[in-house]
Nanobody
Framework: VQLQASGGGWVQAGGSLRLSCADS????????MGWFRQAPGKEREFIAA????????YYADSVKGRFTISRDNAKNTVYLQMNNLKSEDAAVYYC???????????????WGQGTQVTVSS
């Protein structure tokens, strides 16, 4: 799995962004996928995960109802649709793959390089 995240940028509070994370490898469908974020001076935080079946999804309480994770195994890509963005959502967002469906960043591997999300209030 070799991951490349994209889609970050600047948005006003209340706006939306869609992040993508593409895998250039050949084993994408074998892994559960997660999105995490890290703001300056803070620990990396779990945001959402989607199982390799493309169906089961899990969210942090802080984003539930605003963010939607999805994946397309045919395209080797995982997405994060972010709506109603708040200033506290500003961070570098990372995607990663895991053999376990987990909230813990320690179970994830093959981290992408991250994409910056800036929210202006």
């Amino acid at each position: 799995v070799q991951l490349q995240a994209s889609g970050g940028g600047w948005v006003q509070a209340g706006g939306s962004l869609r992040l993508s994370c593409a895998d250039s490898g050949r084993t994408f469908s074998a892994y559960h996928m997660g999105w995490f974020r890290q703001a300056p001076g803070k620990e990396r935080e779990f945001i959402a995960a989607v199982a390799r079946d493309e169906i089961s999804t899990y969210y942090a309480d802080s984003v539930k109802g605003r963010f939607t994770i999805s994946r397309d195994n045919a395209k080797n890509t995982v997405y994060l649709q972010m709506n109603n963005l708040k200033s506290e959502d500003a961070a570098v967002y990372y995607c990663a793959a895991s053999p376990l469906l987990s909230y813990s960043p320690r179970t994830y591997r093959n981290w992408g390089q991250g994409t910056q999300v800036t929210v202006s209030s």
